[in-house]
């Protein structure tokens, strides 16, 4: 059966057996050559017959351990494994017949093989049960058709005996180890699928914890924001009127630098004013609170980029909109999202250190929804990066420059609108963000 069918028990243990067949097969060659040593000792006439058979059966064992070391191995590891159990029982059983018979000594390597195959080899019952035959089968037949046949009926049906006696207590050693085997992968799968749930349960919790700290921080701006609105509202009121007045002076009109001057004062002013305005979505309407409610993105897309604007220095950013952006949904949170976008693309531009960096943030309708995009001529994300941009704590940047929380919770924001927040890249060229947000009825 090819490997790729097997279930995940039978592919881990046919892996298993794999590992232990080469290795069993290696020590069989071995002890097949070192049993020189003992025909030597034991059957020193017989000596130029038996040995030749140890090399055949050594050369013949080394060829099915490079077939299992072969990309067959997997594939016929237990017709293989069986196949060199076999060839050592076969040698000694001939030379049984080609020594004493039933008085030859070999039958203790039969005994050998038979405890090593059930207490080592991770081997079937059936598998165990048949080389135990098997075993026996050989050496009766090696006895019978000996020269002198059966001269020792007793000790033949002794041996006998002991043979089917270790065959048998193979075969149950076999049968407990399988069964542990199976109970140890079913409590590995046990752990793997604990492990793969603690592991989702920490992602989540990551998650959450991005999300409570992002809050933390909208929280604090706009805690800050409330602060500030109240100290700067009225300076910044009583300043335009002055500056108003004062431009309607006579002497402001007839000095055209008093004027100048006035007019810049004026600018610089309605600029706080606007950042003052922009704050006010921050301070006074929290998250989830009455947060679906018709807006005009092109006012959020307008502030974003007005709150922005300190990381969009020296980059020109394209606007396009459609004549209708109504919009359903929480302004401030697509606001952040917006801030959040537009802050990326720009360390992104920044860091290609491009002549001409660009920014485009283009909205378009599509049907019920509105479509919009941020894209930038910045150096782009790396493939492998482009799948984990929205984890929480992922981030390329160094160390201190940002959790990596900001895309995560801008994903989540979008979600919530029934959107999706997508990333396309293309290395070294460009990046773009899309998403999209429900118009009202």
């Not at 997997?74 to 018979?101: K, S, Y």
């Not at 482009?386 to 984890?391: K, Q």
Request: glycine share 8%.
């Amino acid at each position: 059966m090819p490997a790729m069918t097997l279930s995940p028990y039978h592919l881990e243990l046919s892996e298993f057996r794999l590992s232990y067949s080469k290795a069993g097969s290696i020590v069989s060659i071995v002890l097949v050559l070192m049993g020189l040593g003992l025909d030597y000792t034991l059957y020193r006439d017989s000596f130029s017959t038996l040995a030749p058979a140890r090399f055949l059966v050594a050369g013949l064992t080394l060829i099915v351990f490079m077939v299992l070391h072969s990309r067959r191995g997997l594939r016929w590891v237990r017709a293989l494994t069986l196949l060199w159990l076999a060839l050592p029982q076969v040698m000694i059983a001939w030379m049984i017949w080609a020594t004493d018979g039933v008085s030859s000594i070999y039958f203790v390597g039969l005994h050998l093989a038979l405890y090593a195959t059930g207490i080592i080899l991770p081997i079937a019952f059936l598998e165990s049960l048949t080389f135990g035959l098997f075993t026996y089968a050989v050496y009766a037949l090696a006895c019978y058709f000996h020269p002198e046949g059966l001269q020792d009926i007793n000790r033949f049906a002794g041996v006998s005996l002991f043979i089917l006696f270790s065959a048998t207590i193979s075969s149950f050693c076999t049968f407990f180890n399988e069964r542990g085997r199976f109970n140890m992968f079913a409590l590995q799968r046990q752990v793997s699928e604990k492990n793969a749930s603690l592991q989702e349960i920490n992602r989540t919790l990551a998650e959450v914890k991005g999300q409570l700290i992002q809050r933390e921080k909208m929280a604090a701006i706009g805690t800050l924001s409330a602060g500030l609105l109240h100290e700067l509202n009225n300076p910044v009121n009583y300043s335009l009127m002055a500056i108003n007045m004062g431009l309607t002076c006579p002497g402001a009109k007839s000095d055209a630098m008093l004027k100048e001057s006035l007019d810049d004062a004026l600018e610089g002013m309605q600029r706080v004013q606007n950042i003052v305005s922009d704050l006010k979505t921050f301070a006074y309407q929290k998250p989830g609170q009455d947060s679906q409610r018709p807006f005009l993105l092109e006012n959020a897309v307008r502030s974003a980029v007005r709150l922005s604007g300190y990381d969009l220095k020296g980059i020109e950013v394209a606007i396009d909109l459609p004549q209708d952006t109504h919009a359903l949904g929480d302004e401030p949170a697509i606001i952040g999202v917006l801030i959040n976008l537009l802050s990326n693309a720009a360390h992104a531009v920044q860091a290609a250190e491009r002549a001409a960096p660009r920014i485009d943030l283009k909205v378009s309708g599509q049907g019920k929804r509105l479509q919009i995009s941020v894209r930038d001529n910045g150096r782009g994300i790396e493939p492998d990066h482009l799948g984990r941009v929205f984890e929480p704590f992922f981030t390329t940047r160094d160390v201190g420059a940002g959790l990596g929380l900001g895309l995560s919770v801008s994903y989540g924001i979008v979600q919530r609108h029934g959107g999706t927040l997508a990333v396309d890249s293309v290395l070294g060229e460009w990046t773009e963000f899309t998403f999209d947000l429900p118009r009202p009825e």
